[in-house]
C-alpha cells in the first residue's frame, strides 16, 4: 500500500479513530481482550504484506528494497506506527511503504504490468498466510478433542491464530480495493485501455479523496465485509474438511 497523504490529514482521521475506538474499548472488556488478541495478527499480517511487495520487486530486478533494508521477515523493518495503530482500532490500516523504482525491473514484463504483480504480491501473502492459519487452527481443533493433548494448547493462542486469520484475509481484501493508495489500483492499470489509464492517472487525487471518504465513514467496511465473510466461511469450510 503506497501513501501520499498530508500527513496532517493522516493524524487528524488517526485522532479521530483512536479516541471512538478506545471509548467503545474502555466500556467493553471483551473488546479489550480482542485489542490484545488482534496485536499478534497485524504484525504478522502487515510484515508478510509488505516483505511480499519487497521480495517480488527485488526478483524483478529492483534492488531499491534490498538496500532499504525490506527483505526481511523483522516486524520493525515494515510497522508503520500510524497504520499499525489504525488496523488495530480502525480494523483498516497500512505498513511502511515498500519503495520501488519501476526503472530497475527486468524487461520480462511491461512496467505496469510488473508494477502490478510486486502490487498483488502482499494481498496474495495475506491470502496465503490465512489459508496456513486456517489448516492450523483446525489442526489444533483436532488436536485439543485428543484426552491426551486436551490441555496442552492454551484456548488463548487458538484464539490469537483465529484473529490472524480474519486480520489477513481482511487486509488482503482492503488492499485490492481499486482506489489510489491501495494495491487494487495498480493492480488494474494492466487491464484498462490507454484512454482508461490516462483518465485513472490524471484523476488520481479525486480517488484519494474519495478513499477518504470511504474510509471515514466506515462505507469501505460495509463494502467489503460480505467479501470478508464469504472468504472466511470458505476457509473454515475448506479446513474444517480436510483435517
Do not use: C
Not at 509488505?50 to 510497522?79: C, M, Q, W
Not at 487494487?184 to 490507454?194: A, E, H, N, R, Y
Not at 474519495?210 to 464469504?230: E, K, M, R
Request: no cysteine.
Amino acid at each position: 500500500m503506497y501513501f501520499n497523504f498530508d500527513k496532517r490529514i493522516i493524524y487528524g482521521i488517526l485522532a479521530f479513530m483512536v479516541i471512538w475506538g478506545l471509548a467503545s474499548y474502555l466500556s467493553n472488556t471483551n473488546a479489550i481482550l480482542g485489542l490484545l488478541y488482534s496485536i499478534p495478527g497485524v504484525l504478522v499480517a502487515i510484515t508478510f504484506h509488505e516483505f511480499a511487495h519487497a521480495i517480488v520487486a527485488y526478483k524483478l530486478g529492483d534492488d531499491t528494497p534490498k538496500l532499504e533494508g525490506r527483505i526481511s521477515l523483522n516486524p520493525l523493518a515494515h510497522i508503520d506506527p500510524i497504520g499499525f495503530i489504525m488496523l488495530i482500532f480502525a480494523h483498516f490500516g497500512w505498513g511502511k511503504p515498500v519503495n520501488v523504482n519501476p526503472r530497475n525491473y527486468d524487461r520480462r514484463f511491461s512496467m505496469d504490468k510488473a508494477d502490478a504483480i510486486v502490487s498483488i504480491a502482499g494481498p496474495v501473502a495475506n491470502f496465503i498466510l490465512a489459508i496456513i492459519f486456517t489448516l492450523i487452527y483446525f489442526a489444533i481443533i483436532k488436536i485439543r478433542g485428543t484426552a491426551v493433548y486436551v490441555e496442552t494448547i492454551p484456548s488463548i493462542i487458538i484464539t490469537m491464530i483465529h484473529y490472524i486469520i480474519l486480520i489477513n484475509i481482511g487486509l488482503g481484501v482492503f488492499n485490492l480495493i481499486p482506489l489510489p493508495p491501495l494495491d487494487g489500483s495498480k493492480v488494474i492499470k494492466p487491464l484498462l485501455s490507454f484512454n482508461a489509464k490516462q483518465w485513472f492517472e490524471s484523476n488520481e487525487r479525486i480517488f484519494y479523496i474519495a478513499f477518504v471518504i470511504l474510509w471515514v465513514t466506515g462505507f469501505a467496511g460495509t463494502i467489503i465485509s460480505p467479501i470478508i465473510q464469504v472468504i472466511y466461511n470458505f476457509l473454515m469450510s475448506f479446513g474444517s474438511a480436510i483435517i
